[in-house]
């Protein structure tokens, strides 16, 4: 009986992180640490490519200093060195960028939100 | 005969003049004594100013400076305003206090406090980073430039350099030094500190009460933390723990309205400043002209916080205006900066600026060719817009035949649109299509949908997305009002303006004094505030914000804009 319960309650903390999981829903932003130029097909100079992937990559990157909420704001990092692939997006250029980022959910705190506020 | 009188009276003005500029320049003669014991009041004060500011001895050679108690360094490079601030109020960066050097405190003892704010936690810890001594003397403090040494007997070399100053030059020096923040300013008393806005007849009134609004609710609440404090003694310890005198102090914004053509402002601005002088200007707004009231700051030495322009003066040097931007000419350097990137990829194929003959357009030209050049590219071709003047999409199409340009900029309103709708899918369009996306107004956030995906635009603020966190701030300031009735990004503006000046204010020790004020913001670091991404304020710098990014729309009914680079800075 006690091995069971003992059981049950092992199963109920094993869920918990994913019922955490699934009510992460603050927004989602990335810090953009290293990126990289993924010339694929394209016979353009990768030298170039490097430096625009730097102006896509970082424009992808959040300035987490931004952030203010009235009641404050925390950041949950969900994932570390996310490798995010993004089109190069250039009209003279093909290739895709690879960034290196982390990624963050924005929690707010709801306990000291004014009521004006809150949804 | 007479022309050769006139040939040796000229000979003779000249040699004369020669002789003069050799008395006072000649080899080992630096300045002569008795010459600069006739010099007025005024201009001694000029030439212990130039010795503070510039390094430069009365006689225009370098001051000789050394540190580390022997090694020589030019005097110019180690001014005593790099330290110790054009208010001469001193400075803190990070962990490093200058402190103050005006005659007034250096002719004071200086205790572990602040006599008359001892229980203001921001101003007593202020003064603890600061070892106690005597006050000085006229010949402590020549002892101290000339040697590094204090009234303790202290050195101070490990800091400061000593100088080479004679005993001539130094009296003028130390003259200034007491002159240098002697009395508050202009527009302060005991009781109140006075501020102006100045609004151009004509402007938008949505406008002039979006830029007015932040100011107004700043100011009647710092008024109602007087006067509850002098009704209140728990409100007023409050208040006095908080800001210390600053509390009970009550703040005033005069309007100041300029009505005409802006010939006749100056006129107008001295006639408000007599009838009541004021210590600063906050804001201001004006849809045209503004230089004449960025001269009048100029000459009457009045700080101008944050007007509302789009076209602010433009000057490496000027002091007394500061502005949140260099205006929409910094859209067009922005783009500059962006393309260079890419310009390797152009094979050798031009970038062509269609500009709207207009202010506008001229700035944004003008700033997209200045930063091209920086950047040793060749000329982009232009082609001129008349005013009035159709951009029709035959017309567009003609000059992209014409040019076949790799990027084509186009520096015009929203009735540009329609011609750069029908150039998306054609054959030989363009690579990359730029636009400013401040100048579309909101047809922006209604651009056909073929269009968003091959048209850039530029965007000089933090993404609307990404500021909505700032809504409640801003919001509390309107009173109930509802935020949609203003100015969006005027009210930001204004919000910054107030802000800034009550964390100057507050970090001003209640030394209030105009030059202080600058010397204040200058210390701050980078602000995150609404509106802009970033504010960037250090000594003398008068544009806080020095970015813009490229975007594009996203699709579908409620779009919104995305990066498309990083935070383009100067």
Known sequence: ?119 | MSRKVNHIGQLVLRLGALCALLLLVGPGNTFAAEAKAQLSPQERLRLGERMYREGLLPSGEPMEAFVSGDVPVDGTAFTCVSCHLISGLGSIEGEVVTPPTNGRLLYQARDSYIKGSEFVPYISNYAKYLPVRPAYTDASLARLIQAGVDPTERSVLHVMPRYEVGDEDMVLLLEYLKALSAEHSPGVTPEEIKFATVIVEGTDPVKVESMLAPLQFSIDRKNSLAQASKRNDRVARMGYNMLGDLSMMSFSLQHWILKGPPETWRAQLDAYYRKQPVFALLGGISEGEWEPVHRFCEEMKLPNLFPVVDHPVLSDTDWYTQYFSRGIRQEGEAVARYLQGMSELFNGRDVVQVVRQSRKGDALASGFRQQWQVAGLPAAKEVVLAPGEALTPQRLEEIVAREKPAALIVWDDAGSLPALSALVGKDGAPGIVITSGTWLGEALWTLPEPLRANLYLTWPYRLPQEDRRYDFAVNRMLIGKKLADYDRVILRQSFIAQEMLGKALMDMRLEFYRDFLYDTLGMMGDMYLPLYERLSFGPGQRYASKGCFIVQLTKGENPTLERRSEWVGH
């Open chain 1, 1 to 119: 009986m006690t091995s069971k319960l003992l059981l049950l309650v092992l199963a109920g903390l094993l869920t918990l992180p994913l019922a955490a999981a699934a009510e992460e829903t603050g927004q989602k932003v990335y810090l953009v640490k290293d990126y990289r130029y993924e010339p694929g097909g394209s016979t353009g100079d990768p030298e170039v490519g490097q430096s625009l992937c730097g102006t896509r990559c970082n424009a992808l990157s959040s300035d987490y200093l931004n952030f203010i909420e009235p009641g404050g704001w925390r950041m949950v990092k969900v994932a570390s060195d996310s490798e995010v692939v993004l089109d190069l997006g250039n009209p003279f250029m093909q290739g895709e960028c690879v960034c290196l980022a982390d990624e963050y959910l924005v929690k707010l705190v709801e306990y000291n939100r004014p009521k004006e506020v809150k949804p």
